[in-house]
């Protein structure tokens, strides 16, 4: 089955800087590359997502980058602010008509300090 | 519009004892559902995936006669731990997906999820 792994566990950025949170994926076959983040108790929320005949995504102050061949992607976070700060995961599926299977990443908890 | 509840959010219960979880879609119809399960500072994991008006299917390791899903109708999917034990304490979403939307050119379903039930065995 599809494995994904994220790096880092943790990251803390300075009010301002970039995050910069990566993933890996096993399955060739995965073709849908969700981001999202939760808040401490709460549901996911999807951020931004990426399918696999796309490189790249921006919205805002969010971006995702996509490498098929290296079967690497990416979320980027641009002028980071103390409302970041949560726990990201990424996850990757194959996109079928009645849903896709979801596999997460280990999680990324960032913490953007004032 | 995608909206999808969970009940109870909270439930403690004593050893032994079995609960259960419903996830509802409130405006859409899903024949599929799935549940993860998520412990303290750890990711989702994926225990089952729920069809409505057959058998769930369950991911490796997840036991079927522990965990029983039952899928009655388009919008709910309910979750029974059975003679749940401490370890059992989780955190436990349900997703649906729901659609079509576009992106990249191609149409698939979004996941909605649940709040979430946080359960507590004693």
């Known amino acids: 089955g599809e494995n994904v792994e994220q790096h880092p566990s943790t990251l803390s950025v300075q009010e301002g800087d970039s995050a910069v949170i990566k993933c890996t994926y096993s399955?060739?076959?995965?073709?849908?590359f969700p981001w999202y983040k939760q808040e401490l108790g709460k549901r996911p929320q999807l951020i931004i997502d990426?399918?696999?005949?796309?490189g790249e995504k921006k919205d805002q102050r969010i971006a995702v980058t996509l490498n098929k061949t290296a079967k690497h992607f990416s979320l980027h976070i641009t002028e980071t602010q103390p409302e970041d700060s949560a726990v990201y995961f990424c996850?990757?599926?194959?996109?079928?008509?009645?849903?896709?299977?979801?596999?997460f990443g280990g999680g990324t908890r960032v913490l953007v300090k004032p | 519009g995608a909206v999808v509840s969970q009940h109870p959010s909270r439930v403690i219960c004593k050893s032994g004892t079995s609960v259960k979880i419903e996830c509802r879609s409130l405006?859409?119809?899903?024949?599929?559902m799935f549940w993860y399960r998520q412990f303290p500072k750890q990711s989702l994991m994926l225990m089952a995936t729920?069809?409505?008006?057959?058998?769930?299917?369950?991911e490796q390791g997840v036991e079927k006669d522990k965990f029983l899903i039952n899928h009655a109708s388009l919008t709910l999917s309910t979750l029974t731990v059975t003679s749940a034990h401490p370890e059992d304490s989780s955190f436990y979403i349900c997703?649906?997906?729901?659609?079509?939307?576009?992106?990249?050119?191609?149409?698939?379903?979004?996941?909605?999820f649940g709040p979430g039930t946080r359960l507590t065995v004693l």
């Open positions: 997703s649906a997906p729901h659609g079509p939307r576009t992106s990249g050119g191609a149409h698939f379903n979004e996941q909605f």
């Open positions: 399955d060739s076959a995965s073709n849908y």
């Open positions: 990426i399918r696999s005949n796309v």
């Open positions: 996850a990757a599926s194959k996109v079928k008509a009645a849903g896709n299977k979801l596999t």
């Open positions: 405006d859409f119809q899903a024949t599929t």
């Open positions: 729920s069809n409505e008006g057959s058998k769930a299917t369950y």
